[in-house]
């Protein structure tokens, strides 16, 4: 996606674009933003494994409607190295340039599981772990599915992946 595509999608004027958007980044951020399912709100009710399953199969359910040509014009867009950017917060310090499309995907994909694995009761329950390394366990299987055209997990697969990842967090 391009600022010319854009421009044209919307029919306006390039100038009209920069001045709603301090930067080319900018722009197309919030273009993909707008094509990216989003993820519904969790409950926050129970305990960590209920919270877990929600969460998962809130991911599965849009990683699934998310179009995998979108999704690869996003991932794309958001650089050749991702190194450091664990939390939204990293963002602000290294290239800022790209804070907003980063920003934008950190937010929406990994902000519901800092809500559920970093609160002081899952701490405490899963104790000292790799946080990347986690996510990776929790939303591999999905990303794989989709990716591979498998067919889509549901909610006993999502069960199975929350269970297996506590039971090997509490070994």
């Known amino acids: 996606m391009t600022i010319d595509a854009v421009t044209k999608l919307a029919n306006v004027a390039r100038a009209t674009l920069y001045r709603h958007f301090d930067s080319g980044t900018?722009?197309?951020?919030?273009?993909?933003?707008?094509?990216?399912?989003?993820v519904p709100a969790l409950s926050g009710e129970g305990d960590l494994r209920a919270q877990l399953l929600e969460l998962l199969t809130n991911q599965a359910k849009a990683i699934e409607s998310a179009p995998v040509q979108v999704t690869a014009m996003c991932w794309l867009g958001l650089g050749p190295d991702l190194t450091g950017y664990?939390?939204?917060?990293?963002?602000?310090?290294?290239?800022?340039?790209?804070?907003?499309?980063r920003q934008m995907i950190i937010e929406q994909y990994r902000d519901a599981f800092d809500?559920?694995?970093?609160?002081?009761?899952?701490?405490?329950?899963?104790g000292e772990y790799d946080y990347d390394v986690a996510l990776a366990q929790l939303v591999g299987p999905l990303v794989l599915t989709k990716l591979a055209t498998l067919t889509p997990l549901g909610e006993s697969a999502c069960a199975q992946i929350v269970d297996d990842f506590l039971v090997a967090r509490r070994a």
């Open 26 to 38: 900018e722009l197309v951020a919030a273009a993909f933003a707008r094509l990216l399912p989003s």
């Open 86 to 101: 664990s939390s939204a917060a990293a963002l602000t310090e290294r290239q800022p340039e790209m804070r907003s499309l």
């Open 115 to 126: 809500r559920v694995l970093r609160t002081p009761e899952a701490i405490e329950e899963l």
